[in-house]
């Protein structure tokens, strides 16, 4: 069993795209319990947090683009494990500028992907701390951008490039 204080850590991805009616975040349903999340997973075989989050929403939404490797934020939750309790998680979340979104992917079949303007994904969120991180991306969407911002940006999942499990 797990103390109160200890958490365990997720990576995720923010996958996003600018539009000419501004920034449109995707949202995926969870497998399990059908709740409006972002592709998110555990930490695996030494990779940085902002690759395990680029390689979760390629496997879970087809979605493929440059990373930050910077978090834009981090929230808590209670993960509902298989055995049927929960834990504590902490999720960091990684921005993550859609350049694709494949026909095929490992997932494709088991959740719904649904773009929506960052606004309304607050309102959809399951999860409230990811519904703070959006809203916060709503009110100011420049602090995500590829363009202009300091976050530092990688490609670690190109058209050309395919990361092994």
């Not at 709740?35 to 979760?56: C, F, H, S, T, Y």
């Amino acid at each position: 069993m797990y103390s109160a204080r200890k958490s365990l850590v997720q990576a995720a991805a923010l996958p996003y795209v600018e539009t000419v009616d501004g920034l449109r975040v995707a949202l995926i349903t969870s497998r399990r319990r059908n709740r409006w999340i972002v592709p998110k997973g555990w930490p695996e075989n030494d990779r940085p947090l902002w690759q395990v989050a680029a390689l979760e929403a390629a496997e879970e939404a087809g979605i493929v683009g440059k990373i930050s490797q910077t978090a834009i934020g981090s929230f808590r939750y209670e993960k509902m494990l298989k055995q049927g309790y929960p834990v504590p998680c902490t999720v960091f979340v990684f921005p993550l500028l859609a350049v694709e979104q494949r026909l095929q992917w490992k997932e494709r079949g088991q959740r719904q992907i649904k773009w929506y303007a960052a606004k309304k994904a607050a309102a959809k969120a399951s999860d409230p701390g990811l519904s703070v991180i959006l809203s916060r991306l709503a009110a100011s969407p420049e602090s995500v951008s590829c363009f202009g911002s300091n976050l530092n940006w990688d490609d670690p999942i190109g058209t050309d490039q395919t990361y092994a499990r």
